[in-house]
């Protein structure tokens, strides 16, 4: 019994980091993100470190099942140690210096960065702005958040079309 409601927790625990690092999930770094003894997989973007540590956490719930304990203390402590290094690196990942490169590079990567940062500032705010509206009680408060929530969405759109122009100059720059 005690098993299943831990698991239930961790579940909830890496549930509510993905739904943490969902606006910068898809945001990729030069390098990679952790040690490969923490996360197998080598993709530079930190939602493949989310699906790897899901994948770890269903793999633990059939050690579970199968009654296997060596397993179980392996995974129960990779799975933690994949859980705290995945929210280091959400409240953090605009502080992540990038791997040397040409000043150009540089430059460049360091403008992805700043969009990264404002198109989830971007999100942040148009979220809090639909929340309000379907809170909203008079058709004058309605209207004034109407009219925000499609002002944020058009400079989300503006910074999304930015932030490929700026990938779009990084892979031209890579090749």
């Given at each position: 019994?005690?098993?299943?409601?831990?698991?239930?927790?961790?579940?909830?625990?890496?549930?509510?980091?993905?739904?943490?690092?969902?606006?910068?999930?898809?945001?990729?770094?030069?390098?990679?993100?952790?040690?490969?003894?923490?996360?197998?997989?080598?993709?530079?973007?930190?939602?493949?470190?989310?699906?790897?540590?899901?994948?770890?956490?269903?793999?633990?719930?059939?050690?579970?099942?199968?009654?296997?304990?060596?397993?179980?203390?392996?995974?129960?402590?990779?799975?933690?140690?994949?859980?705290?290094?995945?929210?280091?690196?959400?409240?953090?990942?605009?502080?992540?210096?990038?791997?040397?490169?040409?000043?150009?590079?540089?430059?460049?990567?360091?403008?992805?960065?700043?969009?990264?940062?404002?198109?989830?500032?971007?999100?942040?705010?148009?979220?809090?702005?639909?929340?309000?509206?379907?809170?909203?009680?008079?058709?004058?408060?309605?209207?004034?958040?109407?009219?925000?929530?499609?002002?944020?969405a058009a400079r989300l759109a503006r910074c999304r079309a930015a932030l490929e122009k700026i990938e779009n100059v990084l892979a031209r720059m890579t090749r």
């Amino acid at each position: 019994m005690k098993t299943d409601t831990l698991l239930q927790s961790l579940d909830a625990q890496l549930s509510r980091l993905e739904a943490e690092i969902a606006p910068v999930a898809q945001h990729a770094t030069l390098g990679a993100r952790f040690d490969r003894q923490l996360f197998t997989t080598r993709s530079p973007r930190l939602q493949a470190c989310a699906e790897e540590a899901r994948a770890n956490l269903r793999a633990l719930g059939r050690a579970v099942a199968q009654q296997q304990p060596a397993q179980v203390q392996w995974l129960a402590e990779r799975l933690a140690a994949q859980l705290e290094a995945i929210a280091r690196e959400s409240k953090a990942w605009m502080l992540r210096g990038w791997d040397s490169g040409s000043p150009g590079l540089t430059r460049w990567q360091r403008r992805r960065l700043q969009h990264q940062e404002y198109e989830r500032r971007l999100l942040e705010m148009t979220q809090a702005r639909r929340q309000r509206l379907a809170q909203a009680t008079t058709l004058d408060e309605q209207q004034r958040l109407s009219r925000e929530v499609e002002a944020c969405a058009a400079r989300l759109a503006r910074c999304r079309a930015a932030l490929e122009k700026i990938e779009n100059v990084l892979a031209r720059m890579t090749r």
